[in-house]
């Protein structure tokens, strides 16, 4: 076997092939932007307050931002852009970008809504993943009554029960089509009945092929343990592990809340030792790959070449079907396309919803960019270069 990995993540011609140079030349400005944190802040106030007021934001919001993270405003326009990807052997990882939307009206509302993203993935070989939230079908509040384990009324019982059947619908649907469902992590402090949801739904519906998958975020220090925790709970009882591996997306909010209530904090107590917990995680479920399916979920150059470089040197498939990397739309195209193009099975995680709604996961991305030392100095610096590279050609 050849020593050398054929893969690098320099290579700008092929991680901007899908985009012209008008495009290009927009997620220049846009990324110049996003790099000043004064920008995000006063956009993450101004933008909710002129929403309100009914000013005509929505078509400067739509061609900037929005059109660089998101798929579109319906399922309809997200397809479009997964078959674009699609041309590139780029996959897509479908979220309804929706949230807080509360009340037991919109959680019911929610599930045709996802089952409807899933009956349509199913007729599309590059949408292989769809994602969801349980705060999307959940009152967070009931979940924090049974992240605590205090004893529930009957009528939080029973709400409780709908929860469950909404997921289930889900999940169940998940397995009729053949679509893979990514439960995504949530805050501490109601995650236990996140995991104990999804290993349930896992243990129903990854008999012979993973169908669901729980996120493990990586920044908190016990989540490496219960990785493992949660193989052995799956060969125990007879099913496949799904394991989704973040670095995590709520860190501020996490210490903040410790602080506030004078407990230790779940983060780790550095990004070396997340970094460390990612590896050994991924080296984890590689070394486990007949017991497991793994989602490598991150943006992080170094993780994902350990990854291809541990499949390589294990004689493995690039493209193993228990394998997936993703990384967001309009980020880390360099990793994207890279991974694609040397045969990796590699997704984009695309949301889709109308502009409004998705208002809140736009500016938490565009806070968590300015927030990743070196993320946005990183992406214009590869953008540079590829705009260079054609000018020159």
Known sequence: ?????????????IAF??????????????????????LVKLGAVMTPIAFK?????????KSTIFSQFCGGETLEEAATTALQLGNYHVGVALDYGVEAMEGEESYDAAVPEFIRAIQYAATRPDIPFIAIKITGFARFDLLEKVHRKETLTPAEQQEYTRV????????EAGARHNVAILVDAEESWIQDPVDALTDEMMSLFNK?????????????HDRYP???????????????????????????KENKRAAENNYPTPIQPSKEATDKDYDAAVKFCLDNIDKLAVFI????????????????????PHNHPHVSFSQLL?????????????????????????????????????????????QMGRELALIRKEMKRRAMA
């Open 1 to 13: 076997m050849e020593k050398q990995l054929p893969l690098s993540f320099d290579n700008t011609a």
């Open 226 to 252: 219960f990785l493992k925790v949660s193989l052995d709970k799956a060969v125990k009882n007879g099913y496949l592990l799904g394991a989704k591996l973040v670095r995590g997306a709520y860190m501020e």
């Open 164 to 171: 469950r059947n909404r997921v289930h619908a889900i999940a």
């Open 208 to 220: 012979g092929k993973v169908i669901v998958y729980n996120t493990f975020q990586m920044y908190c």
């Open 17 to 38: 092939e899908a985009k012209t140079d008008k495009a290009l030349k927009k997620a220049n400005f846009l990324f110049s932007n996003i790099g000043k944190p004064w």
């Open 297 to 316: 979920g991150t943006h992080n150059e170094n993780s994902c070449m350990f990854a291809a470089r541990l499949l390589h040197e294990k004689g493995l």
């Open 53 to 61: 007021l009914g000013l005509p934001i929505k078509g400067i919001i």
């Open 330 to 374: 309009g980020m880390s195209d360099n990793i994207t396309f890279n991974l694609a193009h040397a045969g990796y099975n590699v997704s984009k995680y695309l949301p889709y919803g109308p502009v409004k709604e998705v208002m809140p996961y736009l500016i938490r991305r565009a806070q968590e960019n300015t927030s990743i030392a070196g």
